[in-house]
């Protein structure tokens, strides 16, 4: 039986949901991710517009024994998001929120926008915790974890979920919650995509200090002024009462690819606030700066050209102590610099490494946040990410971030235990890997720690005995990783 008559008798057992195949009109732009290098020719896209129709689909997925492939937001940089032996399920047309303003909470569907979901409580006065941009899926993000500018005040966003409807692999409709299926409950937070099509979340909203306005933008400054840039930011960062937040951003400027230091903000309050805290990097005397106060859900689209489709990109995650040491980030611009030189022929690659620094003071243990996310503790995230659009690059942008990631990875361990740390493997809690920020090419017990990773796979076993949801992090010892070899280095 060909796909193009699997998708047809698909499409008859559907209640709305489009069915494409290669043929279909729409077909390639369903297929784009952000990381272009991931991108696959699914046999079979669906556009799922409910939970009841992705139970559908996953019962055919098993009655035809099919691949199948979920898709959010298409903004992980790994290869969770695609097949080309089966179903991709794409969940971008199930994008409605719903706002409870008494309760201070938000219900969502499983393919909306982080970006929506801020603009529909930000009607109600109210505010999401959310990543660093507005177009990934909001459902994909707060279930790895994710990290954001609200942080130090309220927690990650996986801490903010208050219940998920999921749809398991054999079709069911299950409610996850403190109280309705508590295990499942507890691994969605922190490894989401193991387990179902998480199809709708309620999380928590917040309020913030001064009617949902923040003062937020960019400061850059040149990287000879390094010295003196990071000792106001390990002198200021990480705030105190958490209503400020800074990352220092290391990028290019076009067309030299110049590097450059870029000091991102966010802060929860008035101008005036926002100056006491921020005031001493001005009186540095930036190169230029982009700030002003403009509401919440308009600071989640500064950056959102980094989110943009098309290019191929690589990503690792890496962490830092604080505070911040010189010769790290030293050894860091070096690389960077190299990496990113023109070669002969014109081709080069662009690359950012984001150091955060969040007050992690809500980001701890206990049961209030008990749940699978690895990357708490005392050490902060780093992003390392490339990008380049001709596969010739592919092995120098994967050898950059890899580079990168070890040594930052290598710095930390020493400064906190004395000890290497090779492949982020270190056995301290303290040490989980940030998923948000990783392609999924590492083995999981490094990015989980071996006791978390025998508790998913028990999970695993109850949940998704089939394996079916296999594209995010291996569980089972025999998967083969969903990354391309020239992206394992």
């Known amino acids: 039986m060909?796909?193009?008559?699997?998708?047809?008798?698909?499409?008859?057992?559907?209640?709305?949901?489009p069915v494409l195949d290669a043929n279909s009109p729409g077909y390639e732009e369903s297929l784009k991710r952000w990381n272009a290098?991931?991108?696959?020719?699914?046999?079979?896209?669906?556009?799922?517009?409910?939970?009841?129709?992705?139970?559908?689909?996953?019962?055919?997925?098993?009655?035809?024994?099919?691949d199948l492939a979920v898709c959010g937001g298409g903004h992980f940089a790994g290869a969770a998001s695609v097949t080309d032996s089966g179903i991709s399920l794409n969940l971008s047309r199930l994008n409605y929120a719903r706002v409870?303003?008494?309760?201070?909470?938000?219900?969502?569907?499983?393919?909306?926008?982080?970006?929506?979901?801020?603009?529909a409580a930000a009607e109600h006065?109210?505010?999401?915790?959310?990543?660093?941009?507005?177009?990934?899926?909001?459902?994909?993000?707060?279930?790895?974890?994710?990290?954001?500018?609200?942080?130090?005040?309220?927690?990650?966003?996986?801490?903010q979920?208050?219940?998920?409807?999921?749809?398991?692999?054999?079709?069911?409709?299950?409610?996850?919650?403190?109280?309705?299926?508590?295990?499942?409950?507890?691994?969605?937070?922190?490894?989401?995509?193991?387990?179902?099509?998480?199809?709708?979340?309620?999380?928590?909203?917040?309020?913030?200090?001064?009617?949902?306005?923040?003062?937020?933008?960019?400061?850059?400054?040149?990287?000879?002024?390094?010295?003196?840039?990071?000792?106001v930011i390990n002198r200021i960062a990480p705030d105190p009462i958490g209503r400020g937040s800074i990352t220092l951003v290391l990028a290019s400027s076009p067309p030299t690819m110049t590097p450059m230091l870029i000091v991102s903000v966010l802060y929860d309050g008035t101008e005036d606030e926002a100056m006491t805290f921020l005031g001493a990097l001005y009186a540095l005397g930036p190169q230029m700066q982009f700030t002003s106060m403009m509401p919440y859900e308009k600071a989640l689209t500064l950056v959102d050209w980094t989110a943009a489709m098309g290019k191929r990109q690589h990503m690792g995650s890496g962490i830092h102590r604080y505070p911040?040491?010189?010769?790290?980030?030293?050894?860091?611009?070096e690389r960077h610099a190299e990496a990113c030189r023109r070669g002969d022929d014109g081709s080069s690659i662009d690359a950012e490494v984001l150091f955060e620094f969040h007050q992690l003071d809500k980001v701890g243990k206990g049961p209030e946040v008990e749940s699978v996310f690895p990357r708490r503790g005392t050490a902060q995230n780093v992003m390392v990410v490339s990008n380049h659009t001709h596969p010739s690059e592919d092995v120098v942008a994967a050898r950059f971030v890899h580079d990168v990631v070890q040594y930052l990875w290598g710095q930390a361990a020493?400064?906190?235990?004395?000890?290497?740390?090779?492949?982020?493997?270190?056995?301290?809690?303290?040490?989980?890997?940030?998923?948000?920020?990783?392609?999924?090419?590492?083995?999981?017990?490094?990015?989980?720690?071996?006791a978390r990773t025998e508790a998913l796979r028990e999970l695993k076993a109850k949940y998704d005995p089939e394996n079916v949801f296999n594209k995010w992090y291996a569980?089972?010892?025999?998967?083969?990783?969903?990354?391309?070899?020239?992206?394992?280095?």
């Open 100 to 119: 409870d303003a008494k309760k201070k909470e938000i219900t969502v569907d499983g393919g909306t926008t982080a970006g929506a979901v801020a603009r």
């Open 37 to 66: 290098a991931m991108e696959k020719k699914a046999p079979i896209v669906v556009y799922a517009t409910s939970a009841e129709d992705v139970g559908t689909v996953l019962k055919f997925r098993k009655e035809h024994k099919l």
């Open 475 to 489: 569980l089972d010892r025999n998967d083969e990783l969903g990354a391309p070899p020239q992206y394992r280095i």
């Open 161 to 231: 979920v208050l219940s998920a409807e999921v749809v398991l692999a054999d079709g069911t409709i299950v409610t996850a919650s403190p109280t309705k299926c508590p295990d499942l409950f507890w691994g969605l937070r922190g490894a989401g995509p193991m387990f179902g099509v998480v199809t709708q979340l309620t999380v928590r909203l917040h309020q913030l200090h001064n009617n949902n306005a923040v003062f937020a933008g960019a400061i850059m400054f040149p990287t000879t002024r390094i010295q003196e840039l990071l000792q």
């Open 324 to 333: 911040l040491a010189l010769e790290t980030l030293k050894w860091v611009i």
């Open 2 to 17: 060909t796909f193009r008559t699997l998708a047809a008798q698909l499409s008859s057992r559907l209640r709305g949901s």
């Open 125 to 159: 006065q109210l505010a999401v915790v959310a990543g660093n941009v507005s177009l990934p899926g909001f459902a994909g993000v707060s279930l790895g974890g994710g990290y954001g500018a609200l942080t130090g005040q309220s927690g990650v966003m996986a801490d």
């Open 414 to 450: 020493v400064e906190a235990y004395g000890f290497e740390v090779l492949d982020g493997v270190s056995g301290e809690e303290d040490l989980g890997v940030y998923t948000g920020y990783n392609n999924n090419t590492m083995p999981v017990e490094q990015v989980f720690g071996s």
